[in-house]
Structures are given as structure tokens and as C-alpha cells.
């Protein structure tokens, strides 16, 4: 169809007032415009800045969501935002596309196709972009101009919609918009943004929106490695201090006798070496966020004038006798069980008390379920742009390849393996124009710890538990730790129900009294598989 109809407008339009979230609106956008226009691939991407971000696809595999492309590296981008109109590019048009190797019906370089782009503008705002892509050359240069016009307004309006909405929901007030707009850049280069969609990442987001607008302390635990610093650059991001200064302590690299000056400052002749005054963390930050990292490696005697400098607002620099009011929201972090090391009497519980006022848990990567697809895709555009590779993709099987390990190292560690995947992929593919990941270059990624698979083979209604002899060396340790302790026996209850029950997940969910779609996510995050086979 080249002309869009009136019925499909009306009901667009309803749909669109009818849409529950965001995700369905621009959802039922997208299927509107394929159904108006026949393509293999269309894409909505927003607009910040200097970086196009794809918000909702079809067509595309999955992982492009994750994938934040810059526009100066991409002609067809670049061109795009630059018009005011739609551009249709020619079928055997020499720029390189963004999308070359990611279109789920094509496999390979995207040679002659058809390939449009219309910018979003809303009041004179460039929003974002909706591209068009189909396999079949020539394919839209019939489309009448008023049609594109019409696909372009409707899409800029939901697109500016489903931001008026977002901000309402996030309760975000803009009235620093243009402070805002000056520390985006800084923002960016830091990395500001919390890559997944996963169940357990939702929550997170939704905490971190919960209490952002607060002036609470905030204690964020969680492994190494799972992104405790970036949670922390997000709280003050969302934060009513945002335009204020961010301050990070690594506490762990503070020397002991050095730590009351860097925290609370000296004036000088306070001691040998204090040839000037200096102004501590806590004046730096004052007015914004203190962020102390590895909180639980301070020594007990500074702990006690940190609890001081909370507890009162108020700072005495070290050689001064006069103390000075501070005005700073603290976000500490640690990879440490404070409740433990309280009990240990390593660290004041007073301190741990003023600090886990809302404590966070970040989620162990193994736990965040599909999210290592988005996040490989964040990381696969990432390096792209480091060494300079005109188009790189990742295939399938290296998705599932990484989505199959628990990832000890967390989100650390799969940017590294992906970095390295990608140095061994271009080796393997000088003369290729597009490079693509496949498994051989993730290298071997082995099952560690108590995470070991247990399968249920089940052979004619016979079923046989085999456990990883992992699992039962650490079963039977006597002092294991309460996390371990009680994840395996979940993996020993889950497993000898679904046993009984034949492999028949719903009969094991009612006889553990929970859903379905639950106990499936449990036995996921366990490793716990039914394989069913006829002899």
C-alpha cells in the first residue's frame, strides 16, 4: 500500500489512546506503519544530542536496542538529521548502513535495497528518527510525498506523547532543563545509562525513581563488578542535586593516615607536607553527592568521623578549629555484608544504621534473565566505535553461548569477554565488511561454583537426577554461607518435585504454591533443565 488510508489514521489513533504504556504506543506505531507500508525492517529512535537510541524495532534483531549509535559515524544517520523533509536513499547508494548484518530476514551485507528515513520534529525539535528498510530495491519511490508526511507528523506526535509521559511518570521536574542540558555531555562520557529489561532490573529502576528525589543516604551493596558505581551516577542524576557536583571516595585507596584530610580537608602547617590549604571531599561536594565507594574497607576510627560529619552536617578540617557546615546527600557502596562485619565488630553499627537508610541490591548479571543479549549489543557498539570497525554484529549462537554462563565477574566480565571476542573476530575477518562474533571467539566459558547445571533426564517415565559433583561437594560443606545454603536447597527442592511430578512444570508449580512462569525463572537462574527423550 503507498497511501495511507483514513480508516488506518482513525485507528491508530485509538490505539494510541488506548495503549496502557509507552511500550505499547510506539509498538502499535510500528505496526501501523508496516501495515501502511510494505518493509522488512522499521525502526523508531530517539534523539539526544549527538547519539541516536532505538527505543522500539521490528525487523531488527533484539540486541540492536542496546546498541546507542553516534551520529557523525554514520552517513545515513547524519543526512537524515539534517533534513527537514524524508529522504529516500537510492538503491545502490555507496553509504554504508547502520543496519548492515542486524536485519533478521537478510543475512550479510545489505547490498542494493530500499532504504528511507524520516526526521521527528515536534514544535521545530528534532526528537528522533524512523527509518524504513526493505529488501526490495526501489519499493518505495512510489510512495506518495503526503503519505511520508502524514507517517512523519503521527510518529513525531506519540514520540513527544510517550515523553511527556515518561517524564510525568518518573516525576521528573524540568525546571533546570537548561543547567541539565550543560552537564549532559559530562553525563554521557561517564556513562549514565542502566542497560535491561529484565524483571529484577525493572524493580532496580523503579527503586532508584522511588527514592532519587530524596535526600536520603543510600547504601548500594552488591558483587563486584554488577555496576554499583553507575547505580550511584544514577540516583544523582535523577536526583533534585543533579546540577550540583558528584564526588567519588574509593575508600579501599585511601592511605590511614591520610583519610581524615582527604575527607574533611587541612589548612596549612597542619602537618608536615600541608604547604597550602586543601579543601576536603566533603566541600567539594557540598551542595551534591558524595559517593564513597568501597565503604567497608575504612578503618574503625575513621568510620567514627564519618558518623560525625553525617549525624551533624558539619566538617572540622584537620589543623582548623572552626567547623563548617556542609550540605551533602552520601551514596555509599560496598561488595562487603555490613551486617556481617558489624557483627564481627569491624564495622560501627551506628554508621551502618545512618547509611542504609534505603539500602539497593544490585543484581548479580546471572540473575538479570535476557538482559546479557541487550547488554552485548551496548558493548559490541561500544567497541565498535574504539577500534574503529565500520559495522560489527554479533551472531546468535555467541547470544546464546554467553547467555548459558553465570558470569562470576557480573557485567565487568562480559565487557571483557566482549572486547576480547571482538579483537579475535577481526583477526578471523580482515576482508570482510562486516565482522560478526561468533561463538569460537567468546572462547570457552565454563559453569562455576554452585550455579553447575542439574539436569532431570527423563527417558519413558523414568526420571534420574544428575548433579554436578560441584553441587554435592558444597552441599555437604558444614560451614557454607546462608546465600548458598539456601539456593541449593531450592535446587534440591525444585529439582525432586519436578522429579515426582514427572518433568510436568505446572503440577510442580501448584504442589510449590506459585505460578508457572515464576518456577520456570527460579529453575533458570538455578540451571535446572528437564530433558525429555523416547527410547
Request: with cysteine; glycine share 4%; aromatic share 6%.
Given at each position: 500500500?503507498?497511501?495511507?488510508?483514513?480508516?488506518?489514521v482513525i485507528e491508530l489513533a485509538?490505539?494510541?489512546?488506548?495503549?496502557?504504556?509507552?511500550?505499547?504506543?510506539?509498538?502499535?506505531?510500528?505496526?501501523?506503519?508496516?501495515?501502511?507500508?510494505?518493509?522488512?525492517?522499521v525502526v523508531l529512535l530517539s534523539f539526544h544530542g549527538d547519539v541516536l537510541k532505538p527505543i522500539a524495532l521490528q525487523g531488527l534483531s533484539r540486541d540492536t536496542l542496546g546498541r546507542r549509535f553516534y551520529v557523525d559515524d554514520h552517513p545515513r544517520f547524519l543526512a537524515i538529521c539534517q533534513s527537514k523533509s524524508p529522504i529516500r536513499f537510492a538503491a545502490n547508494s555507496p553509504l554504508p548502513d547502520p543496519y548492515d548484518g542486524l536485519v533478521t530476514a537478510h543475512a550479510g551485507d545489505l547490498s542494493v535495497h530500499s532504504c528511507m528515513g524520516l526526521p521527528l520534529y515536534y514544535e521545530d525539535k528534532l526528537l528522533g528518527l524512523l527509518t524504513i528498510d526493505s529488501l526490495t530495491p526501489h519499493v518505495f519511490e512510489n510512495i506518495e510525498a503526503r503519505t511520508l508526511e502524514v507517517i512523519s507528523a503521527i510518529a513525531a506526535a506519540t514520540l513527544n506523547t510517550a515523553f511527556l509521559l515518561d517524564q510525568l511518570e518518573n516525576r521528573a521536574d524540568h525546571s533546570q532543563r537548561v543547567v541539565a542540558e550543560l552537564t549532559e555531555e559530562a553525563w554521557k562520557r561517564d556513562g549514565g545509562e542502566l542497560i535491561g529489561e529484565s524483571p529484577i532490573m525493572l524493580q532496580l529502576k523503579q527503586e532508584l525513581d522511588i527514592v532519587a528525589c530524596s535526600d536520603f543516604n543510600i547504601l548500594i551493596y552488591g558483587e563486584t563488578g554488577v555496576g554499583k558505581e553507575l547505580v550511584a551516577r544514577t540516583l544523582h542524576h535523577k536526583s533534585l542535586r543533579h546540577h550540583g557536583?558528584?564526588?567519588?571516595?574509593?575508600?579501599?585507596?585511601l592511605p590511614e593516615n591520610l583519610i581524615e584530610s582527604e575527607l574533611f580537608g587541612h589548612v596549612k602547617g597542619a602537618f608536615t607536607g600541608a604547604d597550602k590549604n586543601r579543601p576536603g571531599k566533603f566541600s567539594l561536594a557540598n551542595g551534591g553527592t558524595l559517593f564513597l565507594d568501597e565503604i567497608g574497607e575504612l578503618p574503625l576510627a575513621s568510620q567514627s568521623k564519618i558518623l560525625r560529619a553525617i549525624q551533624s552536617n558539619e566538617i572540622q578540617p584537620v589543623g582548623q578549629d572552626d567547623v563548617e557546615e556542609v550540605d551533602v546527600r552520601i551514596v555509599a557502596?560496598?561488595?562487603?555484608?555490613?551486617?556481617?562485619?558489624?557483627?564481627e565488630g569491624r564495622f560501627r553499627a551506628d554508621l551502618y544504621h545512618r547509611l542504609s537508610v534505603?539500602?539497593?541490591?544490585?543484581?548479580?548479571?546471572?540473575?538479570?534473565?535476557?538482559?546479557?543479549?541487550?547488554?552485548?549489543?551496548?558493548?559490541v557498539e561500544q567497541t565498535r566505535r574504539k577500534l574503529g570497525i565500520t559495522q560489527l554484529k554479533i551472531t546468535e549462537s555467541a547470544i546464546a553461548h554467553l547467555s548459558q554462563y553465570n558470569w562470576p565477574g557480573n557485567v565487568r566480565e562480559l565487557e571483557h569477554v566482549v572486547s576480547r571476542a571482538t579483537l579475535k573476530a577481526r583477526a578471523r575477518q580482515r576482508d570482510k565488511a562486516i565482522i560478526s562474533i561468533d561463538k569460537v571467539d567468546c572462547g570457552t566459558l565454563k559453569v562455576i561454583g554452585f550455579e553447575a547445571e542439574s539436569v532431570l533426564n527423563i527417558t519413558d517415565e523414568k526420571f534420574t537426577l544428575v548433579s554436578s559433583a560441584s553441587v554435592q561437594a558444597l552441599?555437604?560443606?558444614?560451614?557454607?554461607?546462608?546465600?548458598?545454603?539456601?539456593?541449593?536447597?531450592?535446587?534440591?527442592?525444585?529439582?525432586?518435585v519436578l522429579k515426582e511430578e514427572g518433568g510436568n512444570w505446572a503440577a510442580a508449580a501448584r504442589r510449590l504454591s506459585t505460578d508457572r512462569a515464576n518456577l520456570n525463572r527460579i529453575a533458570k537462574r538455578l540451571n535446572i533443565k528437564v530433558v525429555k527423550s523416547v527410547i
Open positions: 500500500m503507498n497511501k495511507i488510508s483514513s480508516t488506518a485509538l490505539d494510541l489512546a488506548t495503549s496502557l504504556n509507552t511500550k505499547d504506543r510506539l509498538n502499535r506505531l510500528l505496526d501501523t506503519i508496516r501495515k501502511t507500508i510494505t518493509c522488512d525492517a557536583p558528584m564526588v567519588y571516595v574509593n575508600c579501599a585507596a557502596a560496598t561488595n562487603r555484608d555490613l551486617k556481617e562485619e558489624v557483627g534505603y539500602p539497593i541490591r544490585v543484581p548479580r548479571l546471572y540473575e538479570r534473565v535476557g538482559d546479557v543479549q541487550l547488554l552485548a549489543g551496548y558493548f552441599a555437604q560443606q558444614p560451614t557454607q554461607s546462608l546465600k548458598v545454603a539456601i539456593e541449593s536447597f531450592q535446587k534440591q527442592l525444585i529439582s525432586q
